[in-house]
C-alpha cells in the first residue's frame, strides 16, 4: 500500500529564486538534517540524468548507500527524486514551485513511498521522522532566502579542516552561495576540488580571496602529555605554516580566518568577558594564545586576520552536544559536577553565518567571540536539553568521576566556569537568528 507525505511553505522570494537556490551546488548538504548523518558520495544536477549516491546513517554506526535519480525537471517548476537501493520498497519526491502573488512563491515537496511491510508503528514512525525532516529543510530555505545576509561576491575559498563538523556544514553554505571551495588537507587526495597545503604549490588553484583555517588536534579524550603535545602543535606549528605559504603566494589572500576559542578566557568565575578581556590561565588558555600568536604573520603581511573563538557549538554532528547526546536520549544525562559553571554556546546555523558576516564587514579583525549573547549555566543547559528531549536528567556526574575519565580536560573544558558575550559582533548589528538555547537546541535536533 502506497503512503503519500506533503509539505508546503510560502516564501518572500519570488519563483525563479526559489527554483535557483535548489539548483547550486552544496544545495542538497544544505538540506541535509543534522541528526540523519546523510553524506553525498557522488552528486547529481537536478536538470540531468546522472545518478547520486547518499551514504545514509540509519541507526547507531550502521549506514547504508541509496541511489537517487533525477527526473521530470521542468525549468523554474518542478523536480522528482527516485529512489533505489533503500530500505523502502518505492520513494519518489515530487519539488513543485509556484507563484503566490506579489513577488511571494510557494513550495510543495510531496513524497509517494511503499514500505516494505505495512506495519502502523513502523508506518507512524516514518511519518513522524518525515515531518521532523521538512520542518527543518523548509526553515534552512527560510533562513537562507527570507533571513539571509547580504550576498557573497562569488569568492574562492579555501578551508582547512573541510572534513570536521564545522567545515563539512560550512562548505554547503558557502557554495548554495555561489563560492567556489578549495578544501585545503593534509594526506592523498581524493577529490577535485581538494589540494594538499603542506606539498603542493597553492597557486595552482589560482588566486584564492580567503582562507578559513578550522584544523587541529581535537580536544576529546583524555590528555595525557602526548595528547596535550598534539593539541598543542597541531595548532601553533600548523598555523605559522600555513600562513607562511599564504604570504608567500604571488597573491595572498585579503582575509585569514583563523579558528581559536573561548577557551582563552579560562576559568573565570563571576566574570562577564568580551574581546577586552585578559588571556586567562590553564592550557587551554595557553594553547589558544599560541594559536592565535602564529596567525601574526599574517597580520604583519597586510592580511586582514579574524581570530574566531568558537564557544559550545550546538549541533548533533560534533562536539559537546555529540558527546552527550547519547545519555540524555536514553534519560541518564544531568549536571556536571555543580552545574553552576557558564557555558558560552552557539546554534552551528549563527556559526556559520558569522563566517559569511566576517568575510563582507572589512571591519571585523582580530579576536571575536562566536558565542550566542545568552550564556547559561551547565544546569540550566542540562534542563533545557532535557525538557526538548523529553527525558529526566536527574544524573549528576560528580567532579572527581569526570577527573577520574578526562583527567585534566575534564577542569579545563567541561568544569570551566566563562560568561563570554559576543560584543564585537553585537557592536556591528549582526543578527542572531537562535539567540536562546531552547530555539538553538530545536532546530538542530527537529524537536
Known amino acids: 500500500m502506497g503512503n503519500l507525505f506533503e509539505k508546503t511553505s510560502y516564501y518572500r522570494v519570488d519563483r525563479s529564486t526559489l527554483f535557483n537556490w535548489h539548483r547550486q551546488s552544496g544545495a542538497f548538504e544544505r538540506l541535509a538534517p543534522p541528526w540523519r548523518g546523510t553524506k553525498v558520495l557522488k552528486h547529481a544536477a537536478i536538470d ?97 532566502l527570507e533571513y539571509a545576509l547580504p550576498p557573497l561576491p562569488p569568492l574562492h575559498i579555501a578551508i582547512t579542516g573541510a572534513n570536521g563538523f564545522i567545515g563539512s556544514s560550512l562548505i554547503p553554505y558557502l557554495k548554495v552561495r555561489g563560492c567556489k571551495i578549495t578544501r585545503l588537507v593534509r594526506g592523498p587526495t581524493t577529490a577535485e576540488d581538494e589540494i594538499n597545503w603542506t606539498t603542493d604549490d597553492l597557486s595552482r588553484r589560482g588566486s584564492i580571496d580567503a582562507v578559513i583555517h578550522l584544523a587541529g588536534e581535537p580536544l576529546v579524550g583524555r590528555w595525557n602529555e602526548e595528547k596535550k603535545r598534539k593539541i598543542l602543535q597541531s595548532r601553533r606549528e600548523g598555523t605559522q605554516k600555513l600562513v607562511s605559504l599564504l604570504t608567500k603566494l604571488p597573491i595572498p589572500p585579503k582575509l585569514l580566518i583563523s579558528a581559536s576559542a573561548t577557551g582563552y578566557y579560562g576559568s573565570r568565575p563571576g566574570e562577564t568577558l568580551d574581546e577586552d578581556s585578559s588571556c586567562g590561565r590553564g592550557f587551554l588558555a595557553e594553547v589558544c594564545k599560541e594559536w592565535e600568536g602564529a596567525t601574526e604573520g599574517a597580520r604583519a603581511h597586510g592580511i586582514r586576520t579574524v581570530n574566531a573563538r568558537i564557544g559550545v557549538v550546538i549541533s548533533p554532528q560534533g562536539g559537546a552536544l555529540k558527546a552527550m547526546y547519547p545519555a540524555f536520549a536514553s534519560g541518564v544525562g544531568g549536571p556536571l559536577g555543580s552545574g553552576e559553571q557558564n557555558m558560552s554556546w552557539i546554534a552551528l546555523e549563527d556559526l556559520l553565518r558569522v563566517f559569511h558576516f566576517a568575510i563582507l564587514n572589512e571591519s571585523l579583525s582580530g579576536p571575536i567571540n562566536l558565542v550566542a549573547p545568552n550564556p547559561v549555566s551547565n544546569k540550566l543547559f542540562t534542563k533545557t536539553l532535557g525538557g526538548v528531549l523529553g527525558r529526566p536528567t536527574m544524573f549528576r556526574v560528580p567532579k572527581p568521576i569526570l577527573r577520574a575519565v578526562f583527567g585534566e580536560m575534564a577542569d579545563e573544558a567541561l568544569l570551566s566556569d566563562q560568561r563570554v558575550m559576543p560584543k564585537a559582533l553585537l557592536n556591528r548589528g549582526f543578527d542572531f537568528l537562535y539567540p536562546s538555547l531552547v530555539q538553538a537546541l530545536r532546530f538542530s535536533l527537529g524537536r
Do not use: C, M
Not at 62 to 72: D, I, L, M, N, T
Not at 124 to 141: A, D, P, Q
Open 48 to 144: 540531468s540524468d546522472d545518478e547520486a549516491i547518499l551514504e545514509v546513517q540509519l541507526a547507531g554506526p550502521y549506514k547504508q548507500r541509496w541511489r537517487a535519480r533525477h527526473s521530470e525537471y521542468l525549468e523554474g517548476k518542478q523536480f522528482r527524486d527516485t529512489l533505489f537501493d533503500s530500505p523502502f520498497k518505492s520513494w519518489t519526491h515530487l519539488h513543485k514551485f509556484s507563484d503566490d502573488g506579489e513577488g511571494r512563491s510557494r513550495l510543495d515537496d510531496q513524497i509517494e513511498y511503499a514500505l516494505p511491510v505495512d506495519f502502523s508503528p513502523i508506518s507512524n514512525r516514518v511519518k513522524k521522522e518525515l515531518s521532523r525532516v521538512f520542518r527543518y529543510r523548509h526553515e534552512i530555505l527560510r533562513n537562507d
